[in-house]
């Protein structure tokens, strides 16, 4: 069966069995045209699987019963402790929220400090350490054409940088624009896109295609990347996204990564990080439709960037939603 089939009959959502896949917790079979094929044992591991986080194990838990690592008694005791243990929090943390709710009536009036200190006192009073403060995540999106015209407007953005370095650098307003110049200004742009992007995106966490769309990139734990780390995830996409902009190979990759992304799958260069979507406002495609158009003009100011300009947009155009 296909995946749109598990997912009706489990109730999970598509990135929840793939995630459970990379886990190795379930092994469908991959087709000849890539395509996975997932039986009836794959249906029911899903089914324990659901069945054992709607009991709060981990996936580490299930991943050792699984395994035979542990057996099922012996995690179920062990929930159960686990379990015992969340009902005295949760008891003790409703009588602070009482506390609070008689004593605090808004957010300037708040000390943090003299409840996370009751919170210790319940502590000793039970003997049981309380909840620790969670390790918030940021979610990874997809919404992939909202990262392709991001990206579209990036590209022209690094278009843009090179016909400013021809025209007020080396004052190239008339030359006819040969083979030769594309390959240059193909060099120029994967060089732009390789140096500028994680400076960006280590700086600012965003970029002008992606700060239009909403879009921020963090790392998993919600911080900025380091340049180094910006820069490896920039390299990835120019190789596995766009294969260096030789031709052949870029259609391949595109439609891979396409592939990717519809099926709700990390792409190779996001491993380590995540997405943030700001909002979804309806100013920002009429925002981005306004900064594409501003850089025509600039791209007609020589006969050089007037040809770039026109190779580029029909290349953006028919790039896949990946990026």
Same mark, same amino acid.
């Given at each position: 069966?296909?995946?749109?089939?598990?997912?009706?009959?489990? %109730?999970?959502?598509? $990135? $929840?069995?793939? +995630?459970?896949?990379?886990?190795?917790?379930?092994?469908?079979?991959?087709?000849? /045209?890539?395509?996975?094929?997932? %039986? *009836?044992?794959?249906?029911?591991?899903?089914?324990?699987?659901?069945?054992?986080?709607?009991?709060?194990?981990?996936?580490? *838990?299930?991943?050792?019963?699984?395994?035979?690592?542990? @057996?099922?008694? *012996?995690?179920?005791?062990?929930?159960? @402790?686990?379990?015992?243990?969340?009902?005295?929090?949760?008891?003790?943390?409703?009588?602070?929220?009482?506390?609070?709710? /008689? *004593?605090?009536?808004?957010?300037?009036?708040?000390? !943090?400090?003299?409840?996370?200190?009751?919170?210790?006192?319940?502590?000793?009073?039970?003997?049981?350490?309380?909840?620790?403060?969670?390790?918030?995540?940021?979610?990874? #999106?997809?919404?992939?054409?909202?990262?392709?015209?991001?990206?579209?407007?990036? &590209?022209? +953005?690094?278009?843009? &940088?090179?016909?400013?370095?021809?025209?007020?650098?080396?004052?190239?307003?008339?030359?006819?624009?040969?083979?030769?110049?594309?390959?240059?200004?193909?060099?120029?742009?994967?060089?732009?896109?390789?140096?500028?992007?994680?400076?960006?995106?280590?700086?600012? %966490?965003?970029?002008?295609?992606?700060? #239009?769309?909403?879009? =921020?990139?963090?790392?998993?734990?919600?911080?900025?990347?380091?340049?180094?780390?910006?820069?490896?995830?920039?390299? %990835? =996409?120019?190789?596995?996204?766009?294969?260096?902009? #030789?031709?052949?190979?870029?259609?391949?990759?595109?439609?891979?990564?396409?592939?990717?992304?519809?099926?709700?799958?990390?792409?190779?260069?996001?491993? !380590?990080?995540?997405?943030?979507?700001?909002?979804?406002? /309806?100013?920002?495609?009429?925002?981005?439709?306004?900064?594409?158009?501003?850089?025509?003009?600039? /791209?007609?100011? $020589?006969?050089?960037?007037?040809?770039?300009?026109?190779?580029? $947009?029909?290349?953006?155009?028919?790039?896949?939603?990946?990026?």
């Amino acid at each position: 069966m296909q995946i749109k089939e598990v997912e009706d009959k489990t %109730g999970l959502e598509r $990135s $929840s069995i793939r +995630f459970y896949e990379s886990e190795g917790l379930i092994h469908p079979k991959r087709l000849e /045209n890539g395509y996975r094929e997932y %039986g *009836e044992e794959d249906l029911e591991a899903l089914y324990k699987i659901k069945l054992f986080r709607s009991l709060h194990m981990t996936v580490e *838990e299930i991943k050792r019963i699984f395994s035979g690592a542990s @057996s099922i008694r *012996e995690t179920l005791e062990e929930r159960i @402790s686990t379990l015992e243990n969340e009902e005295g929090q949760i008891h003790y943390a409703k009588e602070v929220c009482m506390v609070m709710k /008689n *004593e605090v009536d808004s957010l300037e009036k708040l000390d !943090g400090l003299k409840y996370l200190h009751l919170l210790e006192e319940k502590e000793k009073e039970t003997g049981r350490a309380y909840y620790p403060e969670k390790a918030d995540r940021i979610p990874q #999106i997809y919404a992939p054409w909202r990262r392709f015209f991001a990206r579209v407007l990036d &590209l022209a +953005f690094y278009t843009l &940088l090179i016909t400013i370095v021809r025209v007020f650098v080396f004052h190239d307003f008339l030359r006819n624009h040969n083979t030769i110049d594309n390959i240059v200004d193909t060099i120029l742009g994967t060089i732009l896109m390789l140096l500028v992007e994680p400076l960006l995106l280590s700086k600012l %966490g965003t970029t002008p295609g992606k700060a #239009i769309w909403g879009l =921020v990139v963090r790392r998993e734990d919600g911080e900025f990347p380091s340049y180094q780390e910006a820069f490896t995830r920039t390299l %990835g =996409v120019l190789y596995y996204g766009l294969a260096f902009n #030789i031709t052949f190979l870029e259609l391949y990759t595109l439609y891979k990564s396409y592939k990717r992304a519809d099926e709700k799958e990390q792409q190779p260069w996001e491993m !380590g990080f995540s997405y943030r979507l700001k909002d979804e406002r /309806n100013y920002r495609p009429v925002l981005f439709m306004a900064a594409y158009a501003l850089h025509f003009p600039f /791209n007609g100011v $020589s006969g050089t960037a007037t040809t770039s300009g026109t190779a580029h $947009s029909k290349r953006v155009f028919r790039e896949l939603p990946l990026l």
